[in-house]
């Protein structure tokens, strides 16, 4: 139960929202208690799996394309269909919705192929699977490095300038990984928060070398960190999937004014009947109502909207890193 939970559980993830690698001791002084009690009550948020710091990957800094999958099933196999995607290494956020009747995720391809194969071969001739929809993310408006937790966090304001980290320049262009950044990857995926010296025994490298990799990859908008989070610790809600057209005149001014709403944790524009994809976290149906019949309703040039929730998740993680390339 919520209960479970106190503001200072809840304050010290809105600190690692902000920054998930912030030493403890930099977290205590801004929270005001002692470094000890922080390391403690770390250590038991994530032993329970309520809270855990991963690093999460952009593949489009990798040339690869996101697709968001709606997979129509036979409801008796959508639960097997849900758990073969969950076991993909290219999946994220497989959920089941709709009454247990169709599966939606996020998955990445890394080439044409890649994309042919899935979308044309395989999900289309898996037994039990009557119907594949495929949208590609064209732009995203919230999500990845922007954590929802943010907007729904107690710290104030001045609490969050204290902890966030120096803002790192953009550098533009192609990022090219090899087996030690593979390592490295795989090993943030694991523990975001592992230390320098853990990161280069996994690597191979040293640990300044770690530090040096670790920003450039940051640098080149491919590596960022995220919280996987126990929603009853800030009152979430379950997840409603929200599919929106939009007249194209209106689509970025809707995608920023989604971004800035509390209950959004992931906005982007996508190909497909529908052109602009949200995910709404509410704490109950009545508050659910209460915004797309206000908010929702006000924004500008929507012409359709459908809604679905999510009535159970099979694998919630980051985007993990890339396998090795494959050979021709």
């Known amino acids: 139960m919520e209960s479970d939970f106190d503001l200072l559980d809840r304050q010290l993830v809105h600190a690692l929202a902000v920054d998930g690698r912030a030493p403890f001791s930099t977290i205590a002084r801004v929270l005001g208690v002692s470094d000890r009690t922080i390391a403690r009550r770390y250590a038991r948020l994530r ?11 952009d593949p489009t800094a990798l040339g690869a394309v996101l697709w968001l999958l709606r997979v129509r099933c ?9 758990e073969a995607l969950a076991r993909r290494p290219d999946t994220a956020w497989v959920n089941l919705t709709s009454g247990g009747a169709e599966i939606t995720c996020t998955v990445r391809t890394e080439s044409p192929a890649d994309t042919e194969a899935l979308l044309l071969a395989r999900l289309p001739h898996t037994p039990r699977v009557e119907g594949v929809s495929a949208y590609s993310v064209l732009h995203t408006f919230y999500g990845g490095p922007d954590s929802v937790i943010g907007k729904l966090g107690p710290l104030a304001p001045e609490a969050v300038a204290a902890l966030r980290p120096r803002r790192l320049p953009h550098r533009p262009g192609p990022v090219r ?3 030690h950044d593979r390592r490295l990857l795989a090993a943030l995926a694991a523990d975001g928060r592992a230390d320098y010296e853990q990161l280069a025994a996994a690597t191979g490298w040293s640990p300044p070398t770690v530090r040096r990799r670790m920003t450039e990859l940051r640098e080149r908008g491919l590596l960022y960190l995220d919280i996987d989070c126990d929603g009853r610790l800030l009152g979430i809600g379950p997840r409603t999937q929200l599919w929106f057209t939009v007249a194209p005149a209106r689509l970025a001014e809707v995608g920023e004014a989604l971004a800035t709403h509390p209950e959004i944790a992931f906005a982007a524009a996508t190909t497909g009947p529908t052109n602009l994809y949200a995910s709404a976290l509410c704490p109950d149906q009545r508050t659910l109502y209460r915004y797309l019949t206000t908010r929702v309703a006000a924004l500008p040039g929507v012409t359709q909207l459908e809604t679905g929730q999510i009535i159970r998740t099979v694998k919630q993680t980051a985007n993990r890193p890339p396998g090795p390339p494959r050979r021709p």
Do not use: E, I
Request: no cysteine; charged share 15%; glycine share 14%.
């Open 74 to 82: 036979a409801p008796s196999a959508a639960v097997a269909v849900a």
């Open 177 to 179: 990984l090899d087996d």
């Open 47 to 57: 032993s329970t799996g309520a809270v855990r710091v991963v690093g999460g990957v």
